[in-house]
């Protein structure tokens, strides 16, 4: 694809319940990125991935939240228990390498409400 | 707590007006200064990004005013178009690949 993708676009969930949040970034981009943005706030790093170094995950806001990447490619959000507190818009961004000189491209979105 | 703050939370410009969003910082290690827009449904595009080496960046109408010594800058919005209506968030960087966000500036440009 041209872009970075992300599904679903929308997700509706009990307390309670675990989600996966998928995110398809664009061929040959080497960095990966994960955040959240809640309402009325900006955007809140969770977690990145560069190549097959170790993701750097301390922006995830409690261990109900964890993310990997496999094969270097489609990486999956879950989280566990999810609380109301979650909802948010769930932004998966991606660049050619990691560092400010590389553009993030970000992909659409999952929102989650979580009921 | 949010290492870089924003405002307004929203403003209103007229047609052909200029919008001018302001953002302040603290960390004094930051080094890049990217302004991103978000359309309703859409994830955020880079608009136009500055180093502290130069005090300001113009690309097209839009314009970034950066001051080291207060630790603020600006996006200046000339000739604003109905187009231009988005959310735009700044951002800040310090050699790494993080980013700390705002928590964005609502721009509603009236007809």
């Known amino acids: ?115 | 707590q949010q290492q870089v703050k924003q405002s307004p939370q929203s403003l209103i410009v007229q047609k052909g007006g200029i919008s001018i969003i302001n953002c302040a910082y603290e960390n004094t290690a930051f080094d890049y200064f990217p302004w991103y827009q978000q359309f309703p449904g859409k994830g955020p595009a880079l608009l136009i990004a500055i180093r502290p080496d130069v005090s300001e960046k113009k690309e097209g109408r839009f314009t970034i005013s950066f001051n080291k010594s207060a630790k603020q800058f600006s996006l200046h919005i000339m000739d604003s178009q109905p187009g231009d209506s988005a959310t735009y968030f700044c951002a800040a960087s310090g050699g790494d690949y993080k980013l700390s966000f705002g928590a964005g500036t609502t721009v509603t440009v009236r007809a």
């Open chain 1, 1 to 115: 694809g041209a872009g970075v993708s992300q599904s679903p676009s929308n997700k509706v969930t009990e307390k309670g319940k675990d989600v996966e949040l998928r995110c398809d970034p664009i061929s040959g981009h080497t960095a990966l990125y994960w955040y959240r943005q809640s309402l009325g706030q900006g955007l809140e790093f969770l977690i990145y991935f560069q190549g097959n170094s170790a993701p750097d995950k301390s922006g995830l806001p409690s261990d109900r939240f964890s993310a990997e990447r496999t094969g270097g490619s489609v990486s999956t959000l879950t989280i566990q228990r999810t609380q109301q507190e979650d909802s948010a818009v769930y932004l998966c961004a991606s660049s050619l390498a990691g560092g400010t000189s590389y553009e993030q491209y970000f992909g659409p979105g999952t929102r989650l409400t979580v009921t």
